[in-house]
């Protein structure tokens, strides 16, 4: 059966003026679908453009060139102040850093009311605390939590008082950008699985940005790296880990700080050096197996077809 696309990522650019010949390609030329209900992971080192690609998918900023297509319908499009809240509201954000995200002179009531006020969800007053206190419920916080400020909780809990926030006008879609990146490892396992379980509840879209492999893995049903601006790898979670073939992939699987005995193999740590490519022309993305996308030449796309036959 045909999957249904949520999101339709083509050719995506974004580039930063800083000076007069000063350009970031934070964004090279990206593209990437997202299916309904799963969870597409985005990883790469601090710097490959994978926030600038979440924030240019959801418009926090205008893309230099290619499309972004939710639902069929072409997010950088002009559009009224009516059809921006409408996207607004089916396309969400949570961020790595509960604690800059969230403004520490409102009461936790206002903060996930925010998006309740915005888009007029609540019938009344009543109706506004009663849905307040059913999301801090939903995420596992107490009702009594909605009285606090956001100093009075831990990072995890700030974590889920941001989920909350965007659960609360009701999206499809939410990008996750290092939601848990910032909290500590014993933590991190529990707001990802209260993430799984909320896109099992209500059927949600999720693209995972993270900077290494190890809980992407975990998380995402299918998994591009970025490196510089450019996607270079792309593949179910269990083909990448398995299969990985571009030498930057292999260098962030070495990097996975808990070695898994499955991938005992890659143990050893490699360095990735952008000069063992071939140069003879501009690598291009390919699939190289059904499914599996790398950025290469034609040479190296024979190659990654040998290598994945011997494996
Ligand atoms: N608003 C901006 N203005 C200018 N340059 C920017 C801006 N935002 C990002 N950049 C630059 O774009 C490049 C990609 O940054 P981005 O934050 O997207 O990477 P990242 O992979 O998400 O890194 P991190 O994990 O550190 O957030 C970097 O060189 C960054 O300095």
């Known amino acids: ?100 995200s969230l403004n520490p002179k409102m009461t936790v009531m206002d903060i996930v009311a925010e998006g309740i006020d915005i888009h007029n969800l609540a019938k009344s007053e009543s109706d506004r605390k009663m849905r307040v206190e059913e999301l801090l419920e939903t995420v596992g916080l107490n009702r009594e939590h909605a009285t606090r400020f956001p100093h009075e909780f831990s990072g995890g809990q700030r974590q889920r008082i941001g989920i909350a926030r965007a659960l609360a006008v009701e999206p499809e879609f939410i990008i996750a ?33 993270a900077h290494d492999l190890s809980m992407v893995k975990y998380i995402s049903d299918r998994i591009g790296v970025m490196y510089f601006g450019n996607m270079v790898e792309l593949a179910e979670s269990d083909e990448l880990y398995n299969n990985p073939l571009h030498p930057y992939t292999q260098s962030l699987l070495s990097a996975i700080p808990l070695p898994d005995p499955d991938y005992e193999r890659y143990r050893k740590r490699m360095a990735y050096d952008p000069a063992e490519h071939d140069t003879s022309e501009e690598p291009v993305f390919r699939e190289v197996k059904q499914d599996h996308w790398v950025r290469c030449t034609t040479k190296e796309f024979e190659q990654y077809k040998k290598q994945l036959e011997k494996n």
């Open 177 to 209: 950008d290092e939601p848990i990146s910032a909290l500590d490892v014993s933590i991190q396992a529990q707001v990802v699985n209260l993430l799984k379980k909320l896109q099992r509840d209500y059927g949600l879209t999720f693209l995972f940005i």
């Open 1 to 100: 059966m045909e999957q249904e696309k949520v999101l339709e990522v083509k050719n995506l650019q974004k580039h930063f003026k800083l000076g007069r010949s000063n350009i970031v390609k934070a964004v090279n030329d990206i593209s990437f679908d997202i299916y309904k209900g799963e969870t597409f992971g985005l990883v790469g080192e601090s710097g490959c453009g994978k926030s600038t690609t979440g924030r240019t998918i959801i418009r926090l900023h205008d893309a230099t060139g290619g499309q972004v297509v939710f639902n069929n319908e072409n997010v950088h499009g002009k559009k009224s102040k009516k059809d921006l809240l409408k996207l607004n509201r089916k396309m969400q954000m949570i961020f790595q850093d509960p604690s800059s």
